[in-house]
Each structure stands twice: as C-alpha cells, then as structure tokens.
C-alpha cells in the first residue's frame, strides 16, 4: 500500500539529509499512518443520545471534595491545578481518525499535541486505539514500542512523565486527555481517581468546544482551528497532485515535515499556498 508514498518519503528525505540519506525515523512516520486508531466513535443515530449522556455526564456541577469550583472556559486548568502534573491538552476525537484540540494549558503542552498531530502517533494514540490510559511515569528509561518516533523526539523537551487517560460515555470513547510532569513519576490511586472523575465532566463541555471548532476564527483559539483545516486542505492537494490515497498523501506531508524539521501546518500552508509541490520533488 505505501510502495508510492515510500519512493516519495525516500525522495524527501534525500533532500533535507542530503544524496544517499534515507532516515527510518522518517519511514517509520510515514508508516505510522497505518496503524491509524480503531476507536468506537458514535454513529448519526446515536448522537443524540450520547451527546444527551454526556450533558449529563459533565453537567458543571462541583466535583467532590471541591465544593466552590466550577467549569469555567479553560477546560485544563482544573487537571493542572488539582493533580500533580506540569500540563494538560484535551483532544476529541473524530470519525475522519483524526482529533480537535479544545486546550493546552501552556507552550510544552501544545508542543506535545502538535507532535502528535503531527507524526499520528504518541499515549493519545494508544488511548484512541484500545480506550484504555497509557501511562509512562519515567519517559526517559521507559522503551515506547508503540510511538517510537515520537519518543525520541521527546530526548530534547523536558518531560519527565506523560499520561493519557480516555473520555468515555458508556461504551463510546469522545476524547482524550493528555498530561504530563517535567520530572519522573506515577500518578498514585487517589490522583488517577481524580483524573477520572474530571474525565467524566469535562466529557460534555469539550464535546460543545469542538462542535464550535469551525466558527472559532474570531476567537484567540480559532487559528489553531484553522491550521487543522489548512494541512486537511493540504491533504486534498497532495492527493490531486500524486494521484495517492488520502492515507499515503497525510502521510508524505507527515514525513515531508519531520525530515525537513518544520512543524505539519507550516508545511501544509506552503502546499495550500502553492509554494510547495509534491509533483516537484524528483523521484
């Protein structure tokens, strides 16, 4: 399946590491594509409902043993300010396979969910896949078989420990939470309790962030937003230009990205402003 967008890979990496250099870090990007999560994600019929659950579910009512707070627009402020991490991103996740970040609670944090974004690979990943928490309380000793590219982009960044922890209503997985600690450590029972409670009402007003993703470009938020949908968009042209699947053109502007070490939507903006065409790449 990705003989084509291999060639294409190969070709990229020539020229960012110069004649001869093929990088497997850049292949294992490109490939990484597909292993693409198969997580449970509502059907029409059963949005209603489900959305219904969870309103429910995260209706804004003070959580236990916290009787004064109250969900206010930074929906990751709570996980930082009542857990021991450094940072928190919120993702939901879409039935294209990809995600809409709704927060980053600081620069690290949407560092780490622009490198996931990115390479499609990473904990909130594992969690799209199996709906369960993936859990690395030592980044540094701990092997990553399941986001090798994305581990070893972690050796420059100062992150000691990450955890992702799913967004379920009932059976069916909406979103996933990301944290992380600048130093090494678990999170003890009483911490992953509160993690999951918080799961379970931010569940409703993270769903509501991302409906109103697509008129968020008046709003300090909407860029973000709106580079997700420039490097779709880019996704779009490469598929015209080199007559691939959608699946191998995300992952030649992956790849193309990693290998020349410039973050995904600055390389789809130059491929939807038509500074970058793949048809000119030799090879």
Same mark, same amino acid.
């Given at each position: 399946?990705?003989?084509?967008? +291999?060639?294409?890979?190969? !070709? @990229?990496?020539?020229?960012?590491?110069? *004649?001869?250099? #093929?990088?497997?870090? #850049?292949?294992?990007?490109?490939?990484?594509?597909?292993?693409? =999560?198969?997580?449970?994600? =509502?059907?029409?019929?059963?949005?209603?409902?489900?959305?219904?659950?969870?309103?429910?579910?995260?209706?804004?009512?003070?959580?236990?043993?916290?009787? $004064?707070? $109250?969900?206010?627009?930074?929906? @990751?402020?709570?996980?930082?300010?009542?857990?021991?991490?450094?940072?928190?991103?919120?993702?939901?996740?879409?039935?294209?396979?990809?995600?809409?970040?709704? @927060?980053?609670?600081?620069?690290?944090?949407?560092?780490?969910?622009?490198?996931?974004?990115?390479?499609?690979?990473?904990?909130?990943?594992?969690?799209?896949?199996?709906?369960?928490?993936?859990?690395?309380?030592?980044?540094?000793?701990?092997?990553? =078989?399941?986001? =090798?590219?994305?581990?070893?982009?972690?050796?420059?960044?100062?992150?000691?420990?990450?955890?992702?922890? *799913?967004?379920?209503?009932?059976?069916?997985?909406?979103?996933?939470?990301?944290?992380?600690?600048? !130093?090494?450590?678990?999170?003890?029972?009483?911490?992953?309790?509160?993690?999951?409670?918080?799961?379970?009402?931010?569940?409703?007003?993270?769903? /509501? $962030?991302?409906?109103?993703?697509?008129?968020?470009? +008046?709003?300090? +938020?909407?860029?973000?937003?709106?580079?997700?949908?420039?490097?779709?968009?880019?996704?779009?042209?490469?598929?015209?230009?080199?007559?691939? !699947? !959608?699946? $191998?053109?995300?992952?030649?502007?992956?790849?193309?990205?990693?290998?020349?070490?410039?973050?995904?939507?600055?390389?789809?903006?130059?491929?939807?402003?038509?500074?970058?065409?793949? /048809?000119?790449?030799?090879?």
């Amino acid at each position: 399946m990705y003989a084509r967008a +291999e060639r294409r890979v190969k !070709t @990229c990496s020539r020229r960012a590491n110069g *004649p001869g250099s #093929v990088s497997g870090r #850049v292949m294992d990007a490109a490939r990484a594509v597909g292993t693409r =999560p198969a997580y449970r994600l =509502p059907s029409r019929a059963m949005a209603s409902g489900l959305m219904t659950d969870a309103f429910h579910a995260g209706s804004g009512s003070p959580l236990t043993g916290t009787p $004064e707070w $109250e969900w206010g627009d930074d929906l @990751c402020a709570p996980f930082v300010d009542l857990l021991p991490v450094s940072g928190a991103s919120i993702s939901v996740l879409r039935r294209d396979g990809d995600a809409t970040t709704v @927060c980053a609670s600081d620069p690290l944090a949407r560092r780490l969910d622009a490198m996931q974004f990115a390479l499609g690979e990473g904990p909130r990943w594992v969690v799209a896949r199996t709906g369960r928490p993936s859990i690395s309380a030592d980044v540094e000793q701990e092997s990553h =078989p399941d986001w =090798p590219v994305f581990g070893a982009g972690l050796a420059t960044l100062s992150v000691g420990a990450l955890f992702a922890f *799913p967004i379920l209503v009932g059976p069916v997985l909406l979103g996933v939470i990301d944290l992380y600690r600048r !130093t090494p450590g678990s999170l003890d029972r009483d911490a992953t309790a509160q993690v999951l409670s918080l799961a379970r009402k931010v569940a409703a007003p993270a769903v /509501r $962030e991302a409906m109103h993703a697509a008129a968020e470009g +008046e709003r300090p +938020e909407g860029k973000r937003h709106s580079l997700r949908r420039e490097v779709h968009q880019a996704v779009g042209m490469v598929f015209v230009q080199l007559d691939v !699947t !959608t699946t $191998e053109a995300l992952a030649l502007l992956r790849a193309y990205a990693f290998s020349t070490g410039r973050p995904l939507e600055d390389v789809a903006i130059d491929v939807v402003g038509r500074k970058l065409d793949f /048809r000119d790449l030799p090879g």
